[in-house]
């Protein structure tokens, strides 16, 4: 087995989720790949960046997660931001349904990664920050970030 190959633990984050979202809850999902998309994934050949999830009827699938091609996977040429079925309990379902249905609640994922050698999804049920939520975000930040400096500067001066 190649070095380079992930087997657990996280694969790709979506670091600006976090920014751009209200987290409510999360919740984690199976995700079903084809053959060549698990040798690219466990590579770290995947973006997840303006990924979402949807509901089609009773399922729910994945959108604009962008998994490159394997290189040595032959003429299996498929599209990179194919929409991807995630496996849910049908309660999980259900639940996320009816709160994606109020207002301003979408499916973000979070983080993919492997766990006993499957392929998972974290699934953000999260809502929309207006442009003063993050501006507001950011000063928090920043004066928690001077407070530790001022706290680590006085103890320096204790000594």
Request: proline share 0%.
């Given at each position: 087995m190649d070095a380079t190959l992930k087997t657990e633990g996280t694969v790709a984050t979506n670091r600006k989720a976090r920014h751009d979202y209200t987290v409510e809850s999360t919740v984690e999902a199976g995700l079903v790949l084809l053959g060549t998309e698990v040798k690219s994934l466990r590579l770290g050949r995947v973006s997840i960046k303006e990924s979402y999830a949807r509901f089609e009827g009773r399922e729910v699938f994945l959108y604009n997660l962008h998994i490159s091609p394997y290189e040595e996977g032959g003429e299996e040429s498929r599209d990179p931001c194919r929409p991807r079925k995630l496996l849910l309990h049908r309660h999980e379902i259900k639940r996320l349904m009816g709160r994606t249905q109020e207002r301003g609640y979408t499916l973000i994922p979070l983080r993919i990664?492997?766990?006993?050698?499957?392929?998972?999804?974290?699934?953000?049920?999260?809502?929309?920050?207006?442009?003063?939520?993050?501006?507001?975000?950011?000063?928090?930040?920043?004066?928690?970030?001077?407070?530790?400096?001022?706290?680590?500067?006085a103890s320096k001066e204790k000594r």
């Open positions: 990664y492997f766990k006993n050698g499957f392929a998972k999804v974290e699934l953000a049920l999260a809502k929309g920050k207006r442009k003063y939520d993050k501006r507001e975000a950011i000063k928090k930040r920043e004066v928690e970030r001077e407070r530790e400096a001022a706290l680590k500067h």
